[in-house]
Each structure stands twice: as C-alpha cells, then as structure tokens.
C-alpha cells in the first residue's frame, strides 16, 4: 500500500465504515444479501430459550422477582430469530427486537420493536434499560461495528490506513504517535488504540493489518447494561489472542458482502462491510467464549442440525456474559455442558 500523498477524497476506515453500514442497513434487507444460521436452522433459538428457562424461584434475586423477563435482539433484522422463539418461550416472555430499521411488516403482533441506532452513547436502548430481566442477544452485530484499521510499517510502527469510500483504494495515514491521529480514530484516543493493539493483538511483522476492536469492547459494555441481571449473548465470527499472535490473522479481516458473494471491501453504502470480533477483548473476567459448535453440540436441539450446516455458519464463538457484577446463579457458562 502506498504512503504517497493522494489526491482522492480520503476517509479513515472507521468513519467511512460506520457511515457505510448505516446506509446499507437503512436501504437493504439483510437477508437479501448474505445468509446467516439463523436461516439454516432454528437450532440457535432453541439453544437460547432453553439458557432462558427458570432458575429454582430460591436462587432468584428477590430485587429481580418483580420485573419482566425478556429476549433482546440487538440488530433483529427482519425479526427471524425472535419469530422462532416465540415458539419456543412461556407466554410471560418479553420479545424486543432493536434495529435500524422499521418493524417489519410480517412481525407477530406480540414481538416489540425499537427502531433505534444503538451506539455506545444511547440513554435507553429499549426504553426499558435497567428494568428488565432475561437475555441480550447480538448475533452477527458486532462484526458490523466499524473499527480503525491499522497496518504496520517496516518500523513495525502502527498506522492509519484511509479509504476511498467510492472505490475502496487505500492510502497509509498517520502513525499513531503522530498529532494527527487523535482526530481519526472514530472517538478513541491514539493512547487508548496503542494500548488496544499492545494487549489484544501485537505487532508481528511489517505490512500486517489489525481493526482496532476497542470501539466494539465499549459497544458491548453498555448492551451489558440493558438488564438489570440475566446474560449478554454475541454471536459472531470471531478471532482468539493465540491465533492473533502467531499472525495467523495478519491480512486484517476486514470484507464486503453484497448480493449473497464476497466482494472488494467499498465503504460506499452499496456493501455490508464486516470483520472478525475479537470477542476475548470484548469479555469481562466473568464472562466466557466458547465455540458455537460446544454450545449447540452439547444440547441434543442442536447437535441434530449442525452437520447439514455450510461450514462457515458454523464458525462462530459465543461470548456469554452475566449482566450482574455478582450473579445469584450459576453462569450459563457453567450449565451449557451436559
């Protein structure tokens, strides 16, 4: 990539991508364009209700008895997964999917909706925050959450790479020790981005890539924050610290997706622009990653489906987290063995 001076109307990445993605989820249906696991089978929406059923009414907090249980899907889409668990749960479950988009048409009546842009500065995501009980799903969420890309010079020093939103053309921007830094990575300061990257995926060679997943670790802190106790759930692709290290992931991960194909990665709004969380950054010391394919094979609604799946619906982690510092159950991480 060059670092000469261009003269395209240069973007850095995690402005260019937030603004992208905004744009193509507000003018495209999803399921128009990629397929997700959710499509290929209900066996995620069984796994989940059954991590929903109710713990022995003597270990439930008493503060808690009184409020609603619910489900919130964060980034619902056209509502797929909350239109098979409302097959799945008790009547007396809460169903709220939240998107950017309008409530689709074909919703059931009993599902609620926030049509809402969830960022990490959201007073009240569902209007409910605090109040409510349950689980926070964001499956394949995060991984729409733009981050600034980096790529590391022959110094092995870290660098901005900027884009050209109409093309995709990539220029090296600033290093991160440089003044200019501070205004070009979407909100996070030069300080915050190098600490990120030394922590969670350090330097291994000149001209290998990282997204800097600081921006989703804040992102993910405040949708812990929607219950007052129960789990956050991510489900997504995503990258472990050993594999990081060894630079198995050093191209960066950053892709584009359109009409159901990969594509160049052009954060112009006519793509979905995406790439691989690290869900170990995201996780508090409480919280827990497993693979997608312990957690459904170790529930027999699951391990039926997963051996029809294409391989890369089966690639997810699950990032489990309890939304209390100090949770009267047992972790769903403890009770999805066996």
């Given at each position: 990539m060059s670092d000469a001076?261009?003269?395209?109307?240069?973007?850095?990445?995690?402005?260019?991508?937030?603004?992208?993605?905004?744009?193509?989820?507000?003018h495209h249906a999803p399921e128009q364009h990629f397929r997700t696991s959710i499509d290929a089978s209900?066996?995620?929406?069984?796994?989940?209700?059954?991590?929903?059923?109710?713990?022995?009414?003597?270990?439930?907090?008493?503060?808690?008895?009184?409020?609603?249980?619910?489900?919130?899907?964060?980034?619902?889409?056209s509502g797929a997964l909350l239109t098979q668990l409302a097959a799945l749960v008790d009547d007396e479950v809460t169903l709220m999917g939240v998107d950017v988009r309008p409530r689709p048409?074909?919703?059931?009546?009993?599902?609620?909706?926030?049509?809402?842009?969830?960022?990490?500065?959201?007073?009240?995501?569902?209007?409910?925050?605090?109040?409510?009980?349950?689980?926070?799903?964001?499956?394949?969420?995060?991984?729409?959450?733009?981050c600034p890309v980096i790529e590391l010079d022959d110094d092995l020093r870290p660098r901005i790479v900027q884009v050209e939103a109409a093309t995709g053309a990539e220029v090296l921007g600033p290093d991160l020790a440089d003044p200019a830094a501070e205004a070009l990575l979407g909100g996070i300061s030069p300080s915050q981005a190098r600490a990120w990257l030394d922590r969670w995926w350090p330097a291994t060679k000149p001209l290998a890539r990282r997204e800097v997943g600081l921006p989703r670790d804040l992102l993910w802190r405040r949708l812990t924050r929607i219950l007052a106790s129960g789990h956050a759930i991510a489900i997504d692709y995503a990258h472990r610290l050993d594999d990081r290290r060894s630079g198995l992931w050093d191209g960066g991960t950053v892709k584009g997706f359109v009409d159901g194909a990969p594509c160049r990665p052009r954060p112009d709004g006519s793509v979905n622009i995406t790439s691989h969380?690290?869900?170990?950054?995201?996780?508090?010391?409480?919280?827990?990653?497993?693979?997608?394919?312990?957690?459904?094979?170790?529930?027999?609604?699951?391990?039926?489906?997963?051996?029809?799946?294409?391989?890369?619906?089966?690639?997810?982690?699950?990032?489990?987290?309890?939304?209390?510092?100090?949770?009267?159950?047992?972790?769903?991480?403890?009770?999805?063995?066996?």
């Open positions: 001076l261009s003269t395209l109307p240069l973007r850095t990445w995690v402005d260019a991508w937030n603004d992208a993605n905004h744009t193509f989820y507000t209900a066996a995620i929406a069984r796994r989940i209700a059954a991590l929903l059923a109710p713990a022995p009414e003597h270990s439930r907090p008493a503060t808690d008895s009184s409020l609603p249980r619910c489900i919130v899907d964060i980034g619902s889409g048409d074909d919703l059931p009546a009993a599902i609620l909706w926030r049509q809402v842009r969830v960022t990490r500065d959201v007073e009240d995501i569902t209007g409910m925050d605090g109040r409510i009980t349950g689980l926070v799903i964001a499956h394949e969420f995060l991984d729409d959450v733009a969380v690290a869900l170990d950054s995201c996780a508090s010391p409480h919280a827990t990653v497993r693979s997608q394919f312990d957690v459904l094979s170790t529930s027999a609604v699951g391990s039926r489906s997963l051996a029809s799946w294409p391989p890369d619906l089966g690639s997810f982690d699950w990032l489990i987290e309890p939304c209390t510092p100090a949770p009267a159950t047992p972790a769903l991480s403890e009770t999805m063995v066996g």
